[in-house]
């Protein structure tokens, strides 16, 4: 298994690009189940996650040709068994986007329960909820959900909390229902506005993605069509957090800063100065950090896919910060790691006192999630000495090339078989 291992010290400095969003481009690749004709994705990162959506795809006769570098053609005018089996869900949770574009299609699905996974329980029931209020029928057979519906129709669906693939599931599922759907306390993430761009690009009839109300007008078939994949926004934070922390001077080009809101706030009170046009965000950071307290919230709250990564940033800050994560139930697994470098981290519950140290020091550490991991390696720029991190895989799975990036930064970076 990879690992990388980190020079600390460095100070960050040049420019980089910015490559698609994992979390829009797993539910768009799912979105080519809902047509006969040829859906191509554009600006697809090259992630394990993508990888294993394509095997998941395949599997069910999705057909995928590369086009051009970043692109990927996908048709599945003939579909096998609309099975999403455990062993690639419980790889990648995220597998359960078929099962929406599988119901509509082909009025029949198999997929997988999640089970837990290491940051929390994840349940799917709003999913279901939303599918069984459209006329699915959903049994559980021996650890798979299994649906079926003649053709699905639409209703008013109102979340119990605010779920985003839960509201991409029934989105997609709705656009092919007979009847209009209305998703009330809808996700607001831009991921969900950029799979609407993508239903809508092929034919379909969504309005209100980015408000908490979706409004579906179901159709009779779907068109193919050709979308490009939105900027990655935790990608850019997590490099965004990386400079802050490290010292120096960043542009991310692609970057989207209408969408990270919340993240730049929180760097500009932790001291850095951040800039931006539409296509692209610079930050420079010199001398000490501040300590800033953050909660993560639904979108346009901050994301909890960065409170890792701001973990380690308050770890090297000056004075104590109080982080509370309120999505999921057990995502605080980077702070042991952390302390091994020196952290000084307290957990109770779902807060994190972080008080601030002058130095952290290289260590071996390794993570148990994708974010986690993330948050390793900006604490292994900061800490004296060599960080070595295990289990690199996590961070394949949603990161394209972070070494290489990192390394044309400046950062000294490399990754070890
Ligand atoms: C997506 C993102 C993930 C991000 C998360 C929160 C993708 C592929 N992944 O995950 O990176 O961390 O949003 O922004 O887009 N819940 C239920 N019942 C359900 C569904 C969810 O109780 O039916 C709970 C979850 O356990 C969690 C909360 O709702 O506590 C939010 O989960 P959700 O938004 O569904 O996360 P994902 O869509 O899985």
Redesign the pocket.
């Known amino acids: 298994m990879d690992k990388l291992v980190i020079e600390g010290g460095a100070a960050l400095t040049g420019t980089i690009d910015i490559s698609g969003a994992?979390?829009a481009a797993?539910?768009i690749l799912t979105a080519a189940l809902l047509t006969e004709e040829t859906l191509t994705v554009e600006n697809v990162p090259h992630l394990r996650?993508v990888a294993t959506m394509l095997d998941l795809l395949g599997r069910m006769g999705v057909s995928a040709s590369r086009h051009g570098k970043l692109g990927v053609a996908l048709n599945a005018r003939s579909l096998g068994d609309p099975v999403a089996p455990y062993d690639l869900v419980k790889t990648m949770?995220?597998s359960?986007?078929v099962l929406g574009p599988l119901l509509a299609r082909l009025g029949s699905a198999r997929v997988s329960l999640p089970g837990g996974c290491a940051?929390?329980?994840?349940?799917?029931?709003?999913?279901?909820?939303g599918l069984q209020a459209m006329g699915a029928t959903i049994t559980m057979e021996q650890g798979y959900m299994v649906a079926s519906a003649p053709r699905l129709k639409g209703a008013r669906i109102c979340m119990?909390?605010?779920?985003?693939?839960?509201t991409?599931n029934i989105m997609m599922a709705a656009s092919l229902a007979e009847g209009r759907t209305v998703i009330e306390n809808a996700?607001r993430?831009p991921?969900v506005v950029d799979l609407a761009g993508c239903l809508n690009a092929m034919g379909a009839r969504v309005i209100g993605a980015g408000t908490d109300t979706i409004t579906i007008d179901g159709v009779e078939r779907l068109h193919g069509a050709r979308y490009r994949v939105m900027p990655d926004r935790?990608e850019t934070g997590t490099f965004l957090a990386a400079a802050a922390a490290a010292g120096g001077r960043v542009r991310l080009n692609g970057a989207r800063a209408d969408i990270l809101d919340a993240v730049l706030d929180k760097l500009r009170e932790a001291g850095a100065k951040v800039e931006a046009a539409p296509d692209w965000i610079e930050i420079q950071a010199h001398g000490t950090r501040q300590a800033v307290n953050l909660r993560t919230a639904?979108?346009p709250g901050f994301?909890?896919?960065m409170q890792a990564q701001f973990v380690a940033l308050n770890s090297v800050a000056q004075g104590t910060a109080v982080v509370t994560e309120t999505?999921?139930?057990n995502r605080f697994m980077h702070a042991q790691e952390l302390r091994r470098l020196g952290a000084d981290i307290e957990v109770e519950g779902n807060t994190a006192i972080v008080k601030g140290v002058t130095r952290l020091d290289g260590a071996t550490v390794m993570a148990t999630d994708l974010?986690a991991s993330a948050s390793l390696v900006v604490a292994g720029l900061v800490a004296r000495g060599t960080t070595t991190i295990e289990r690199v895989y996590h961070l394949d799975r949603g990161y394209e090339r972070i070494e290489e990036k990192l390394s044309r930064l400046g950062a000294r970076i490399r990754r070890v078989p």
């Not at 119990?160 to 839960?166: I, R």
Request: negative net charge.
């Open positions: 994992k979390n797993l539910p996650d949770r995220a359960v986007l940051i929390g329980l994840r349940p799917v029931d709003q999913h279901l909820k119990d909390l605010v779920t985003v693939t839960g991409e996700a993430e991921e935790i639904p979108y994301p909890t896919d999505i999921f139930e974010r």
